[in-house]
């Protein structure tokens, strides 16, 4: 029986798996891969320690520090399909019909990227509405592009296709950005991006691919097509947590309802950490963090 098994594998999991390793708790560290989403990014200039490294190089040195460790098993590939509590612990399931038993669990379960849920989404998905703009940005050589939401990723997808597009339109639902302003002065120093704010998309239309935007502006309720080759949806990410619904209290937006002083979930002997979780801030630094917290509160309480 495991001390503590790990299911996730982005920068709340593998701190986790450091730190637990330290404290030389028998451990297991599930996941698909390692890396998490920063995987997609271009360049990383916010993690504390590194002054800038692009998204595959951060999960290249998670992965290194996790395998420096030597008390800890990682077990990757694989997807975990069901969590049982049993005496004494859990029983956790993957997908591949592989049980393991352990005292503790940290859910380091992460997020997705958020739908529009709006006409022709998921009919021009990969054909011209994409999610990860670094890495489907170069698609947009000489073309017009639309980039939807005004946050950190909104505006990372703009400069991430900035190099390719002949135009970027940046589409703001609200009247202001979110995201920060370093970002949004190095936006407003190119000649072929415009904003709009107050505008959102109601319907992607096209043949084979993806050929108009239908906007409206949410303030004047004028509403137009708008002749567009690609647009990237950055408005957001949900936590992956359906495996867990019925297992931890989770919130009205289905993040996993915390202690942020222990990172204790409503159910006795788990844990969780990273943007699965109700923290207000989702960000590598703060997944990292609050995974120590968890783990050296699940070391106090194994102890
Ligand atoms: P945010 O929640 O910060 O921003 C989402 C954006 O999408 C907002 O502009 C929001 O508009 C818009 N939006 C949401 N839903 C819709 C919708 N249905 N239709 C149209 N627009 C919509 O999400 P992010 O993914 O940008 O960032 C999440 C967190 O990750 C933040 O804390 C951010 O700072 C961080 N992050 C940091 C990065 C970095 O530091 N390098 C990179 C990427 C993310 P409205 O304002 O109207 O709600």
């Known amino acids: 029986m495991y001390d503590l098994i790990i299911v996730g594998g982005g920068p709340a999991g593998v701190a986790a798996g450091v730190y637990a390793a ?24 916010n993690f504390i320690g590194v002054e800038t490294m692009s998204g595959f190089d951060f999960a290249q040195r998670l992965e ?7 008390d800890i098993e990682i077990i990757l590939g694989h997807t975990v399909s069901e969590i049982t509590p049993q005496e004494g612990g859990y029983s956790i399931r993957t997908h591949t019909g592989k049980v393991f038993e352990t005292k503790t669990v940290l859910l380091a379960l992460g ?41 950190n990723s909104g505006l990372e997808a703009v400069l991430d296709v900035i190099p390719y597009a002949q135009h970027v339109t940046l589409l703001n639902r609200s009247e202001v950005l979110r995201g920060d302003q370093v970002y949004q002065e190095k936006i407003a120093s190119y000649p072929h991006v415009s904003i709009r704010m107050n ?26 097509d708008v002749a567009v080759s690609g647009a990237f949806v950055a408005i957001g ?28 979930t409503s159910r006795e002997g788990i844990w969780s950490a990273g943007d699965c979780t109700d923290g207000l801030y989702h960000q590598n630094n703060t997944a990292a963090g609050d995974a120590v917290k968890a783990v050296l509160n699940i070391h106090e309480s194994l102890r």
Request: charged share 25%; with cysteine; proline share 2%.
């Open 237 to 264: 990410y949900q936590p992956n947590t359906t495996l867990v619904k019925d297992l931890v209290t989770l919130n009205e937006r289905g993040q996993i309802v915390v202690d942020h002083k222990t990172m204790k």
């Open 111 to 151: 997020s997705s990227y958020k739908r529009l849920d709006i006409p022709g989404e998921k009919q021009f998905e990969g054909k011209g509405v994409f999610y990860c703009s670094i890495c489907d940005a170069p698609l947009m050589k000489g073309k017009d592009a639309l980039v939807i939401g005004g946050g």
């Open 22 to 45: 330290r404290k030389r708790l028998k451990t297991a560290l599930i996941s698909q891969d390692i890396g998490g989403q920063s995987i997609n990014s271009g360049s990383i200039e």
């Open 199 to 224: 505008t959102v998309v109601t319907e992607f239309s096209g043949s084979t691919f993806l050929e108009r935007a239908h906007v409206r502006n949410t303030v004047t309720g004028q509403e137009e």
């Open 64 to 70: 290194k520090q996790l395998r420096a460790q030597s």
